[in-house]
């Protein structure tokens, strides 16, 4: 197991200089001079020609990638110039709330959705079914940022049960019970969509596999029915479901974005929506990456999860 | 083509969807000619005003300006960007598979590891770094979207093509001379068009999507000029004051997302052949019991008594007789062989018993069976379940397919024990080793450690046979053990049955194809042909004296060990479909013997005490 772990780690480094790669190349397209696009067209030259230096924009493009490629593997992902502090200080301090949000969500989807699907299977063409399907088939049309507001306007400022946004109240609070109250609505705005997803997927799954002989097998040694979805159908399901819950964690990943404008929730995707608003391309270029490496962790995660599963897989 | 557009209209959502989006498209292309009022005029002093006040439908948003006019100028933008995203996505992409796909070796490696790369990025952070590069704007937003989904279409169409390219098609028009851009334009791209049509409809809404999600977050559209996106963006800040500002263009968003979702997946269905054919089998505990007769009353014969038993499969408005008032017991110690073609229902009758038809489409609609006197097509599911196994066991051909193939061995045979004896796991694994010591299997201590793909076929079905026997059941029903293994494995196999029926005083219903394989292990048989019982007897006497003339010519399949060089007999013809069966004998059109009275009506099994035979010209009169 911990040899499959260090393969897999291993080979996420080519993917990582692959991201690195693609940020740089599109970051290298900026139309004209990029320091003149940073500063602003009422930059003095001299400040423009600094700037270009300080980036090393004077050198060929290969120089230059290599340099923040380095510069990145020491930890200085540069100095973000709207916020006139260290951009990694920046990422780090918000990652955690975009973490709590996103983690809490796919923790929700996953859990909701496979049960969904579960009860959908046992239950084909039932009430039960056609309900789930209905409800999925409206949760995965609605765009996630609209059915934010909209949840605002219900529960925040109708019915006054939550707050409007935000990650913590202003005065008092900043506990857990605290935290709990403000997130309830982002996440759930944020967990629908992909909810909705897994449900489907994890429906089709286990329909194909309760029609496989195994099912008969264990229902004809007199396993109760309940152990015989629960444990056996599901268990083989979750084959084809593991790797769907890794691209959806993607999804949520990206729907973050759109949540923590709408709710107001300090993490990395708000602050990439105000650094590119603010032209603050190094912020971007930083969060980007950071962003993106953490993603190709969570999936080397998901592969040794299904390899823990799957016996047949060769570790 | 026309089966696949009824089967999508038959699929009401589907049309509700296409209708939705018809209407769309059409308002959004008429929207130029329609009395609208200026979309970006503003008027500050008529803001905010009501849905349905005078002269603005939807009410205004905030600096004033008809929000009728700006939801229809604005889905035509949205719509409008969003398919130009999915035509130069789909464009890009498929152009980048087409070639990847068609040259294959190193160019195709180096592209897809690139594709690879994009797709590791969850898409917005692309997007959102697309768009940084390229500054805000609704034509950069366009072009991020469409980058972002370019790794999609070239994942399918390459895929597509590599499968296309190695065909004959393309060798011949590369002899006949043609450059690659001329068989790539004129070869390939026709036949992969249908597949980029689909992959674009069914990203056609998400992208609409994104760009809407791009120009919420003020990246996309700028002011005053506005998609959907930047209407429910620009709406937010007064969300608390004036919702309706924002759930105007929120509804539409839905609206079209909902119905391009109906419609896809009415696409999807209607192309999908297991929903065409209608044969979906639905997983349910216990097969579906609906008796319409009176059932049977117990006539004591047997340990398991199977009575007038009828299993039918309803698949639309069709009706498979599967299994047709079979009658069958065995008693303890005794093995009973039944024997037939695939198809003759001999494997239905037995999963009846226990309830283990797949149903639907399974059906028990007649007949009874009876364990020990007890009726269990009227048993509970919990009374069913505790003779599951305990009482009545199955042993499965095919073990690959019928063990699980996410545990191991020996936790299967724990679970079989632990469904029906509360024992501690030690106790239970010490039980499984000691079956697998019983069935033959070396190293068993080991071995329970195994994976079903960790072992070879005959280790494998002896794990089905000791689990079977983990509960010491009192009838063993085998469908067809021995087919899948070689005859050495076999002979093996039905030896080990054979002792412990004879040791531990089982009961045995042997199903099988092979009247080899009955001789060697049955006391009496039973041949069974399009769902019904043809004869049955002793064995000895039927291999001898076989009085139905199916058996005679079954039996003529079979190569005799030792008996030279001798033509094998096959039957001619296929065994009818059980659907729709004509009056009297099944066998007839495939039988030498048969007179027009073998299909006037109802032949009753008739015969001696023990041989009976359902057949008006019998090759042996029975006495």
């Known amino acids: 197991m911990g040899a499959y772990i260090l393969k ?20 290298a397209m900026i139309p004209g001079d990029p320091a003149t696009a940073i500063l602003g067209s009422y930059a003095t030259p001299e400040n423009v020609e600094k700037l270009n230096r300080d980036l090393g924009l004077d050198q060929p493009l290969i120089n230059r990638y290599f340099i923040w490629l380095g510069n990145m593997l020491t930890g200085d992902f540069g100095r973000s110039y709207s916020l006139n502090r260290p951009v990694l200080d920046e990422i780090l301090d918000r990652f955690n709330a975009t973490l709590i949000l996103a983690g809490v969500s ?38 996630s940022f609209f059915l934010g507001m909209m949840m605002i306007l219900l529960f925040a400022v109708n019915l006054r049960l939550l707050p409007v946004s935000g990650m913590y109240a202003i005065y008092g ?6 935290l709990a109250r403000h997130l309830i609505m982002p996440a759930t705005a944020l967990a629908v969509v992909a909810t909705g997803v897994i449900a489907r997927l994890s429906r089709s799954a286990m329909l194909e596999v309760l029609r496989q002989d195994y099912i008969r097998t264990a229902r004809a040694k007199g396993v109760d029915e309940r152990r015989v979805i629960m444990g056996h159908a599901l268990r083989a399901a979750m084959v084809s479901i593991i790797p769907v819950l890794g691209i959806q964690a ?38 980007v990456v950071f962003v993106a490496g953490a993603y190709v962790f969570f999936n080397i995660v998901v592969d040794v999860a299904q390899s823990l599963l799957d016996p047949r897989i060769k570790t | ?14 049309a509700v969807g296409a209708v939705v989006l018809a209407a769309i498209l059409l308002l959004a292309l008429i929207t ?65 598979g087409i070639v990847a796909g068609y040259f294959g070796g190193r160019t195709d490696n180096i592209i897809m590891r690139g594709v690879d790369m994009l797709m590791a990025f969850p898409y917005i952070l692309l997007a959102l770094a697309i768009v940084a590069a390229l500054g805000p704007g609704l034509m950069n937003a366009l072009i991020a979207v469409a980058a972002v989904n370019i790794p999609f279409f070239a994942r399918n169409i390459r895929g597509v093509t590599v499968g296309l390219a190695g065909r004959e098609f393309i060798d011949a028009a590369r002899l006949a001379g043609m450059g690659h851009t001329r068989i790539i334009l004129t070869e390939l791209l026709p036949n992969v068009l249908s597949t980029i049509v689909i992959a674009m409809s069914t990203t056609v809404g998400w992208m609409i999507l994104e760009t809407a999600g791009l120009s919420f977050l003020g990246l996309g559209s700028q002011p005053p000029q506005a998609d959907l996106g930047s209407m429910l963006g620009e709406a937010r800040s007064a969300l608390i004051t004036n919702p309706h500002t924002s759930v105007v263009p929120g509804i539409m968003i839905f609206l079209i997302v909902m119905s391009i979702n109906l419609l ?58 599967a299994v047709n008032k079979v009658s069958l017991h065995v008693n303890p110690g005794e093995a009973l062989g039944v024997i037939g073609e695939s198809g003759s229902g001999k494997s239905v009758t037995a999963l009846s018993v226990m309830g283990l038809v797949a149903s639907p489409p399974g059906v028990i609609t007649g007949g009874a069976v009876r364990y020990e006197g007890e009726d269990l097509l009227a048993a509970s599911y919990d009374s069913l379940r505790r003779k599951r196994g305990n009482n009545v066991a199955y042993i499965f051909q095919d073990p690959l397919s019928t063990l699980h193939p996410l545990y191991r061995v020996g936790d299967q045979l724990i679970e079989a024990i632990q469904a029906h004896h509360k024992v501690p796991d030690a106790e239970a694994k010490a039980r499984a080793i000691e079956l697998l010591k019983a069935v033959r299997i070396p190293n068993p201590e080991s071995r329970i450690r195994n994976f079903p793909h960790e072992m070879s076929g005959g280790m494998r079905q002896r794990v089905g046979i000791a689990m079977a026997l983990a509960n010491d059941p009192d009838v063993i029903i085998a469908d067809e053990p021995t087919t899948a293994l070689d005859v050495t494995v076999q002979a093996q196999i039905l030896s080990l049955l054979d002792d412990l029926r004879r040791e531990r005083g089982l009961a045995i219903i042997f199903i099988t194809h092979d009247f080899g394989v009955v001789a060697q292990l049955c006391d009496r048989v039973a041949v069974m042909y399009a769902g019904r019982i043809v004869e049955e007897g002793p064995t000895a006497t039927i291999l001898e004296h076989p009085a139905h003339p199916y058996t005679k010519r079954l039996m003529a399949c079979v190569p005799e060990l030792g008996g030279g060089k001798r033509e094998l007999a096959a039957i001619p013809g296929l065994p009818p479909v059980v659907s729709d069966l004509p009056p009297g004998c ?38």
């Open chain 1, 173 to 178: 609070g900043g506990d857990l019970p605290d």
């Open chain 1, 106 to 143: 796919f923790v929700m989807c996953s859990v909701l959705g496979i049960l969904a699907g579960v009860v959908s299977a046992t239950r084909q063409y039932g009430f039960a079914d056609k309900a789930i399907t209905f409800i999925v088939l409206i949760g995965i049309s609605v765009p």
């Open chain 2, 264 to 321: 896809g997946d009415g696409v999807r269905d209607a192309l999908d052949p297991r929903l065409r054919s209608g044969a979906l089998t639905r997983p349910r505990a216990v097969t579906l019991v609906d008796r319409r007769g009176n059932v049977p009353h117990a006539d004591q014969k047997g340990l398991l008594n199977i009575q007038q038993l009828e299993t039918q499969f309803h698949v639309g408005p069709r009706v498979y007789r």
């Open chain 1, 8 to 27: 897999r780690l291993i080979s996420a480094v080519p993917v990582l200089l692959g991201i690195t790669i693609i940020v740089f190349l599109i970051m």
């Open chain 2, 1 to 14: 083509m026309t089966t696949f557009l009824k089967l999508l209209f038959r699929n009401r959502l589907a």
């Open chain 1, 250 to 287: 993607g999804f949520v990943l990206s729907g973050s974005v759109y949540i923590e404008i709408v709710f107001q929730w300090p993490g990395v995707g708000r602050m990439l929506v105000d650094a590119i608003l603010k032209r603050d391309i190094i912020l971007v270029q930083g969060g």
């Open chain 2, 586 to 623: 099944a066998f007839a059109p495939r039988c030498t013997k048969a007179t027009e009275a073998c299909q006037q009506g109802e032949i009753d099994l008739a015969g001696t005490a023990t041989h009976t035979v359902r057949c008006i010209h019998p090759e042996e009169e029975l006495a």
């Open chain 2, 32 to 96: 130029p000619i329609l009395p609208l009022a200026d979309p970006d005029v503003t008027a500050t002093a008529d803001r905010f005003q009501r849905p349905f006040s005078t002269g603005h439908l939807l009410g205004t948003d905030h600096l004033g300006r008809d929000l009728l006019s700006r939801l229809l100028w604005g889905t035509r933008l949205s719509l409008a960007v969003g398919i130009v995203a999915a035509l130069v996505a789909a464009t890009i992409g498929s152009g980048i």
